[in-house]
């Protein structure tokens, strides 16, 4: 699926959305981007990305649907790891300042009805520009995991619980792959609401894969 795929609004700041249906077919969800439409335009320019949603997948199951979606799209083989110099630059380096609305784009997927309990996101080569924040929030989760794999430049990733500023769970920054997660106990009333937040850290502007998945238990 592309960005001109989806239906745009017709309002000052616009929104894109269109309806997603899980494995089984039921079409009960929603998938939105919001954000200045020059930079939204920019990010999505060359993505191509999938989303998979699963109503049926246990708890003690999703580990290993995460590791089918991984392989599916990205290989471990290929992820590499920086050279020590490289390394050797972080230190001293510093967290992203809040966001602005003019360099914020989200991406919000969401039930309209039902009860998914596995969710995965494949966006390849996002567009990250120094300084832009890409969030990409999922139903609540009592899990979720998000791994940036740049093709050029230095994008890191940051997880917050609740709010797009609550104060970082999970970090990764710095060159190469980096990855955030958070797990908590596998329980309804304990799910949160995960925001991976994508940053443009790198001085010039960055091109990413970005992989992403979480797990739901519906109430009862």
Not at 153 to 181: E, R, Y
Request: proline share 8%.
């Amino acid at each position: 699926m592309k960005l001109t795929d989806m239906q745009r609004s017709k309002s000052r700041r616009p929104v894109y959305s269109t309806a997603l249906s899980d494995r089984s077919g039921n079409e009960s969800y929603e998938l939105s981007v919001v954000g200045p439409s020059k930079l939204v335009g920019q990010v999505f320019e060359k993505c191509d990305f999938e989303i998979q949603i699963d109503v049926d997948v246990a708890t003690d199951a999703y580990e290993k649907s995460s590791k089918e979606f991984f392989n599916k799209h990205l290989q471990a083989d290929h992820l590499g790891h920086p050279e020590a110099e490289v390394m050797a630059g972080l230190i001293g380096g510093k967290l992203p300042a809040a966001s602005s609305t003019n360099d914020t784009v989200i991406v919000y997927l969401r039930r309209t009805k039902g009860d998914g309990t596995f969710w995965a996101m494949f966006f390849p080569f996002l567009v990250v520009p120094p300084g832009a924040s890409l969030f990409f929030v999922l139903p609540r989760v009592w899990a979720t995991f998000g791994m940036v794999v740049p093709i050029t430049g230095n994008p890191d990733i940051f997880l917050s619980l609740g709010a797009p500023f609550a104060p970082f769970v999970s970090t990764g920054f710095g060159p190469g792959v980096n990855t955030a997660s958070f797990i908590g106990p596998p329980i309804p009333w304990a799910q949160f609401s995960a925001w991976h937040r994508i940053f443009g850290a790198a001085p010039a502007t960055s091109t990413t894969n970005f992989l992403m998945t979480g797990h739901s238990i519906p109430w009862f």
